[in-house]
């Protein structure tokens, strides 16, 4: 199996920074995908920002210039660095890791997903 634990949750005023992470532990064999998605009050869940099986980024448009995806491929870590914060970045932040595992017989895809993590921006 593959847990991934998240940190980072807080709140702050407009224009605030916070980063969260997202630790990936298990029988990873591989990673391939790696993600934040957010769901705020009255929507659905959507996607923030994403980090393909090469590496590149790539960003949602309301993230486009204030947050930062990125990842520890050694420590399988995910991090997510939000800046100039908004009242409407407000709500659960999720990662997201597809790869591979091995459970020591066989290997097998794997799509996973944190916990949730609570962002409070007031204005």
């Known amino acids: 199996q593959v847990q991934l634990v998240e940190s980072g949750e807080g709140s702050v005023q407009a224009g605030g920074s916070l980063r969260l992470s997202c630790v990936a532990s298990g029988d990873i064999f591989s990673i391939h995908g790696t993600a934040w998605y957010r769901q705020v009050p009255g929507k659905q869940r959507e996607l923030v920002a994403k980090i393909n099986a090469v590496g590149t980024p790539s960003y949602e448009d309301f993230a486009k210039g204030r947050f930062t995806i990125s990842r520890d491929n050694d420590k399988n870590i995910l991090f997510l660095q939000m800046n100039s914060l908004k009242p409407e970045d407000t709500g659960v932040y999720f990662c997201?890791?597809?790869?591979?595992?091995?459970?020591?017989?066989?290997?097998?895809?794997?799509?996973?997903w944190g916990q949730g993590t609570q962002v409070t921006v007031s204005s």
């Open positions: 997201n890791v597809d790869g591979i595992r091995y459970d020591g017989q066989s290997y097998k895809d794997f799509d996973s």
